[in-house]
């Protein structure tokens, strides 16, 4: 069965510090992995898209790593801002040749951000 | 470039009612995807749409709940009759085309069954 596993599932921060959360899948055949930014009360937003042969990608202060080995990811937050704060969603995608493509979500992490 | 929109954004309903919530994709968008979201957990898909053609409806509850896409555009998704456990946000997504490419939501609509 296709799962996604993030951890951990919650975490508060201080304004300005780091952080990394990570993702474990166990999903075949393996397309692509996404992770999503979800506010409170919004739908989810991309980040990063990742395929089979990238193993890191950045977008601002969001750097996201994929070992397609271990079937791992993480997001690694940098100088963290308090609108950071959301949910941090894992997905990854399978490729069924003939059909459209499937989705396997994480339950997510939820970053909370203070002062 | 206009996002996907969704409405109501908020909908109080007693269980054993119907409900009706509507989604607008991005132009162009082929694919039009709901997901319900309960409270603490990732996003499920309900039922996907390529065009006006249901390519994925194997996790949607049919004995109460049905979409359509009408004209390959918009779309509605309905549940007739509420149960307590259909509390969520129903969110509604958009991509190009099926497979790799991003999906991108609206910001949903949070049901609560009384």
């Known amino acids: 069965k296709n799962q996604v596993e993030q951890s951990p599932q919650s975490l508060i921060i201080l304004e300005g510090k780091n952080c990394t959360l990570q993702?474990?899948?166990?999903?075949?055949?393996?397309?692509?992995l996404r992770w999503y930014k979800q506010d409170t009360g919004r739908g989810p937003v991309s980040l990063t898209i990742m395929t089979f042969s990238e193993n890191t990608k950045s977008n601002r202060r969001y750097t996201a790593t994929l070992d397609a080995d271990t079937k791992q990811s993480s997001l690694h937050i940098t100088a963290s801002q308090l609108s950071d704060s959301a949910s941090y969603i894992c997905v990854v995608s399978t490729l069924n040749t003939g059909t459209a493509s499937k989705l396997t979500f994480g339950t997510g992490t939820r970053l909370q951000v203070t002062l | 470039e206009a996002g996907v929109a969704q409405s109501p954004r908020y909908k109080i309903i007693e269980k054993r009612q119907s409900v009706a919530f509507w989604c607008n994709p991005i132009?162009?968008?082929?694919?039009l995807y709901w997901y319900q979201q309960i409270l603490g957990q990732g996003p499920k898909l309900l039922i996907q749409?390529?065009?006006?053609?249901?390519?994925?409806d194997s996790q949607l509850p049919k004995d109460r709940f049905s979409a359509e896409r009408l004209k390959g555009v918009d779309s509605t998704l309905k549940i007739q009759p509420a149960k307590l456990e259909d509390s969520a946000v129903y969110l509604c997504?958009?991509?190009?085309?099926?497979?790799?490419?991003?999906?991108?939501f609206g910001p949903g609509t949070r049901l609560t069954v009384l």
């Open positions: 132009s162009g968008h082929a694919t």
């Open positions: 749409f390529q065009n006006n053609g249901v390519v994925d």
């Open positions: 997504a958009s991509s190009l085309e099926a497979g790799t490419d991003t999906q991108y």
């Open positions: 993702c474990n899948y166990t999903v075949s055949p393996f397309s692509n």
